[in-house]
């Protein structure tokens, strides 16, 4: 492998870059498509998996007295219960992540808001999936119903940000969106 050497003497190898030659889509689910990318990475083809997903919304509900309004469902990939913020997928691919998380809030919680404040942008897969989650903050909830799909069981709960915290740093909560949520609103709006 070829090498060049750095500022401090050090050598590091010369990198080239990945170059994708072909993609073909393998399957077409419901929220996911998967895709077989063929690239060529340092002179080598190699194929890759690649799943698209349209982007999605979630949103930290906060309560009048400073807690979390968390959801418990069961998710089939995990074959158990998980504890979460409420979140859901984009309807279309075009639609705005704050139109989703407005919409997500009112069908998981039963709540809704007047207003929802960015907080955080992340991709939860970068290996293999281009997922990308806007997470808002919702304030001054108003009481609504839930709109829950025919298929989704979804029971709401109170937590406070220090039972979160428990939750994470034990390892019993183990949802990227929601842990990267709730450390980031602790930090941001309670430290």
């Known amino acids: 492998m070829e090498q060049t050497e750095r500022k401090d003497g050090m050598k590091k190898p010369v990198i080239e870059p990945v170059t994708r030659l072909d993609r073909q889509l393998k ?9 077989e990318d063929t690239v060529i990475a340092n002179g080598h083809e190699a194929h890759w998996d690649f799943i698209h997903h349209d982007g999605a919304a979630a949103v930290i509900p906060v309560t009048d007295e400073g807690k979390i309004l968390m959801v418990r469902q ?22 705005p992540t704050i139109q989703c998380a407005y919409r997500e809030l009112e069908e998981e919680t039963g709540y809704r808001c007047e207003k929802l404040e960015y907080l955080m942008s992340m991709n939860t897969t970068v290996a293999f999936c281009d997922e990308f989650i806007d997470i808002y903050v919702a304030r001054n909830l108003i009481p609504s119903h839930q709109h829950l799909d025919e298929d989704e069981v979804i029971y709401v709960e109170e937590w406070t940000v220090e039972e979160l915290e428990e939750q994470i740093y034990s390892g019993k909560m183990t949802d990227a969106k929601t842990t990267a949520a709730i450390l980031a609103y602790a930090r941001k709006y309670l430290r």
């Open 27 to 35: 399957y077409t689910g419901t929220i996911l498509k998967i895709y």
């Open 74 to 95: 069961f998710r089939n990939a995990l074959n158990r219960e998980t504890l979460e913020i409420p979140a859901g997928k984009r309807d279309d691919p075009n639609e």
